[in-house]
């Protein structure tokens, strides 16, 4: 089925461990964004890929680094994880018109003990 | 900046009962609007969306109006099924097409 795959989909690490978490579309759509959801806190925005080459920081990019690896994947790394990244984790894609809403993969349950 | 502010929950309903969420916004320009939906241990579905003031989004007798001049894109359900239990939440879509959230909404239908 079409969509956005996230991979794993629960992963526990250890402080000060790195991880890279993976997100793939196979929808041609162009931008890519990587959202953490808090309790109480809705979701809010990591990192976004407006286009294949493209990344720029969203509303608490700390501690995090992405890349897009060409137009279908945008992964996420924690570099040295703190227990504040205790979180779910969701990719979303969408296609460049922005009437149109996003497309999200099934999360990533991320505990840092 | 933009933001969103939804009413706070859990919300709990009898089945049959009316549903309203209230959502209001703050936006500079046309932003366009959106409810999703999100099941336990799911990812969020788009539930409906408006792009002009006065449209009205709708789909599974869900029911949103964007109001310009209230700021305001409440969600409607005439009567609520146990199976309509989730999380919704309110978001815009602003400068460059980002998608802002409100901290959603729990509602919970008992039988």
């Known amino acids: 089925n079409a969509g956005v795959t996230q991979t794993p989909k629960f992963q526990v690490l250890k402080t000060g461990q790195s991880m890279t978490l993976q997100c793939a579309q196979d929808?041609?759509?162009?931008?890519m964004y990587w959202y953490r959801q808090d309790p109480g806190m809705g979701l809010r925005l990591i990192y976004y890929?407006?286009?294949?080459?493209?990344?720029d920081k969203g509303e608490v990019p700390n501690g995090y680094n992405v890349s897009r690896l060409n137009k279908r994947e945008f992964s996420l790394r924690l570099e040295s994880a703190a227990p504040s990244q205790t979180s779910v984790y969701f990719c979303?894609?969408?296609?460049?018109?922005?009437?149109?809403?996003?497309?999200f993969g099934s999360g990533t349950r991320l505990t840092v003990v | 900046g933009n933001s969103v502010t939804q009413m706070e929950g859990p919300v709990t309903l009898s089945e049959e009962a009316f549903l309203t969420i209230n959502c209001t916004y703050t936006?500079?320009?046309?932003?366009?609007l959106f409810w999703y939906v999100q099941y336990p241990g799911e990812g969020l579905q788009l539930l409906l969306k408006a792009t002009k003031a006065d449209d009205k989004g709708s789909n599974k007798g869900f029911e949103a109006t964007y109001r310009k001049e209230t700021t305001s894109f409440h969600l409607e359900k005439g009567s609520v099924q146990v199976s309509d239990s989730a999380v919704y939440f309110c978001a815009l879509s602003g400068q460059g097409g980002k998608l802002i959230f409100g901290q959603g909404t729990e509602l919970s239908v008992k039988p």
């Open positions: 936006a500079t320009g046309y932003p366009s």
């Open positions: 890929s407006a286009s294949e080459g493209t990344t």
């Open positions: 979303a894609s969408r296609s460049g018109d922005r009437l149109y809403g996003y497309t």
């Open positions: 929808m041609n759509h162009n931008s």
